[in-house]
């Protein structure tokens, strides 16, 4: 038989995996990538010693779960130790402070001691992150290889969660913290998730279901950072005998007959393939590539009416002091508020890797604010 040919578009963690798998699955597979290095937004930059890495915080299903074999079977696995963290992050507002710990019985205890009038909602969120997650019914298996077994395990997985899906419904976490009576704590459950480093408008109560297990407790930070895993993959998929065509600008889709049969160089070349996955940017591909001709109303609704991520300003710097003792992610009142892009902002987030001895030089941190 002859070998089926695929060509991806982009090699970021996306276009790398797609890669890896049509490899593993007899294809002959192509990835073009404009930039000079794979790993798309999945980077971070080298500067005097000092690695600033802003892309991934931390790798889901590192320790076990679905994930984790999907990262076996990419190469991210081997030979790669992780750091864990024990809390989620660290919330300060004058003399008063907050560590979104991953122990329940000290979670609680925190939050009690800053509010017993709160008590009620406070046995509420701490039963909701750190009870059942929503990760334990992931199937990354196509339906079409899925069985009985599959079918039975994410069952058992989602029975234990009916209940808090039909509690919360389409309640966001920004209106539960809203409930708290005291102003503090308002904040700081609230920025369990939408904190000013990572603003995460109207997300879903239901979602932080389990979330200090599969988001903290089962998900390490790779030694090495972002870049090295995203690197590890484009390793994995040359072995595996796949092309990868760096600085390689697409500048079209060949279509015919309404299917995609390849796509089109700046240079004017031609890449044909029996298969063609896009995974660069979609906004691009729909509405420039091809020029809108394939939009549905669901497609529109998603560009027209979804709420994108809020921008965020990253400073990084290399700071001369060992910071190994101090929380890794604190978020924290300002004494006086500063204005940033015309908004004025009350709170700031501060990271520091100084658990990953790759990242700075010893006894120095590498900071991002």
């Known amino acids: 038989m002859n070998e089926k040919s695929i060509v991806v578009v982009g090699a970021g963690m996306a276009g790398l995996s797609a890669g890896c798998y049509a490899r593993m699955n007899g294809y002959k597979a192509t990835i073009l990538e404009m930039h000079s290095i794979p790993g798309g937004l999945c980077t971070a930059w080298t500067r005097k010693g000092y690695t ?7 790798l889901t299903g590192s320790r076990s779960g679905a994930f984790h074999e999907m990262w076996r079977e990419l190469g991210v696995m081997e030979n790669r130790r992780f750091h864990y963290h024990t809390e989620m992050c660290s919330i300060e507002s ?3 402070r907050l560590s979104l710990c991953t122990d329940p ?21 701490v039963r909701l992150v750190c009870g059942p997650n929503m990760m334990a019914a992931t199937n990354l298996k196509p339906a079409e290889l899925s069985g009985l077994s599959d079918f039975l395990r994410m069952t ?17 976490i920004q209106e539960f913290a809203g409930r708290f009576q005291d102003p503090f704590l308002r904040e700081a459950i609230r ?9 995460m408008a109207r997300f879903p109560m239901a979602g932080l279901a389990g979330f200090f ?16 895993v995203a690197l590890t993959i484009a390793e994995r998929y040359k072995k595996l005998g796949g092309e990868l065509r760096l600085k390689t600008r697409v500048a079209g889709v060949l279509v015919e007959n309404n299917r995609a049969v390849g796509v089109k160089l700046a240079d004017g070349t031609e890449t044909r393939a029996d298969e063609v ?3 660069g940017d979609g906004h691009t591909l729909i509405f420039e590539m091809l020029g809108g001709r394939y939009m549905d109303d669901r497609i529109r609704r998603m560009y027209d009416e979804w709420i994108p991520v809020r921008p965020v300003v990253h400073v990084c710097l290399g700071v001369a002091r060992d910071m190994s003792k101090e929380p890794a992610r604190v978020s924290f009142e300002l004494d006086q508020p500063i204005t940033v ?17 790759t990242m700075a030089p010893a006894g120095k941190a590498a900071v991002e604010v």
């Open 105 to 125: 019985k000290r979670l609680e205890e925190q939050l009690l001691s800053l509010s017993p009038a709160d008590a009620e909602l406070t046995r509420e969120f």
């Open 191 to 199: 920025m369990t998730i939408d904190g000013p480093g990572w603003p």
């Open 213 to 228: 297990k599969s988001s903290v407790s089962e998900a390490g930070v790779p030694t090495g950072g972002s870049q090295r």
């Open 341 to 357: 892009a015309g908004e004025e902002r009350k709170w700031l987030s501060v990271l520091h890797h100084s658990f990953d001895p």
């Open 94 to 96: 004058g003399s008063r």
């Open 277 to 279: 996955i896009w995974a």
């Open 52 to 58: 600033f890495d802003i892309s991934m915080h931390m």
């Open 156 to 172: 058992f997985a989602i029975l234990p969660l009916l209940g808090t899906f039909r509690r919360y419904g389409k309640q966001t």
